[in-house]
Each structure stands twice: as structure tokens, then as C-alpha cells.
């Protein structure tokens, strides 16, 4: 069963996100915009797309592997959603974690966009959970 991604290109330079490969997770995000993204500094990327995201679904928006690895450049809040009722321009923040000035260019690669199914449920308060295995045991508990 395929479910339908509504996409409607509200900016000259926007671009139809794209799977660079069949079976691929994630449709690539692209820059409207040319901007300068200074060492250790964060921005908000255009994109110039909405969409229309089918029901009981969202938008992950994830970094994309080559800017992390070459230019240190990844999705500040990693990963972003992207609720099922936004229908507004999808802006993507970028950081730079690099020593050096990163230059965002129109039409560049920007982000990935996985769409994924949420589960949606009842939430009910209780005084008392049961236990597990792992109980309370957080950070470090199952070891080095």
C-alpha cells in the first residue's frame, strides 16, 4: 500500500523532494536560498515546499550524512518533526559545528525527510507502573 505525499512548490527555486535511490528512507530537502552559515552559528533554511502529509503520519527531518562528515554541518534539532496538520513552509535549522563558514547554495541538499507512522494513544495517569527488567537503571546502566 503507498500512501500519498502532497507537495505544493510555493517558491520559484523550490524543488520536488527527491529519493536519490529506489527503496531509499529518505527524500532529499533542498535550498531556495543562498546563506552564509557562520563557525558554530545555526540557521533556518527555506525549502519553498508545504506538503500535505498523509493521516496518522509525520516528517522526520534528519541531517544528511556528507555535510555532517565533510563540513560538520547537521540538523540542529535532530530529528525535527514535522506534525500531520502543518501545512506550512518547511524550514529546515542548520548548524555549523565546523571551524570554518559553511555557504548554503540554492538548489543544495540540505536535509533528509523520513515519513513515518505515529501511534496515537490514550493517556491514562497511575500512582503505581509495573516492573521490568530494567526498572529505573538510566544512564550507563547496562554498562560500558
Known amino acids: 500500500m503507498t500512501d500519498t505525499l502532497k507537495i505544493k512548490l510555493v517558491h520559484e527555486n523550490a524543488k520536488m523532494p527527491y529519493r536519490a535511490n529506489e527503496g531509499d528512507a529518505g527524500l532529499d530537502l533542498f535550498s531556495i536560498e543562498e546563506k552564509v552559515i557562520k563557525a558554530t552559528e545555526a540557521a533556518l ?35 525535527g518533526t514535522i506534525d500531520e496538520g502543518y501545512r ?14 559553511f555557504k548554503v547554495e540554492k538548489q543544495m541538499r540540505i536535509a533528509q525527510m523520513v515519513i513515518a507512522p505515529v501511534l496515537q494513544v490514550k493517556l491514562e495517569q497511575e500512582n503505581v507502573l509495573s516492573n521490568s527488567e530494567r526498572d529505573s537503571g538510566g544512564f550507563g546502566s547496562s554498562g560500558v
Open 88 to 101: 506550512g513552509e518547511i524550514k529546515i535549522i542548520l548548524i555549523n559545528h565546523g571551524k570554518e563558514d
Open 45 to 79: 533554511i527555506r525549502t519553498g515546499i508545504q506538503m500535505e502529509l498523509p493521516k496518522g503520519t509525520e516528517a522526520q527531518v534528519r541531517p544528511r550524512s556528507g555535510l555532517a562528515l565533510k563540513h560538520s554541518v547537521t540538523v540542529l534539532n535532530s530529528p
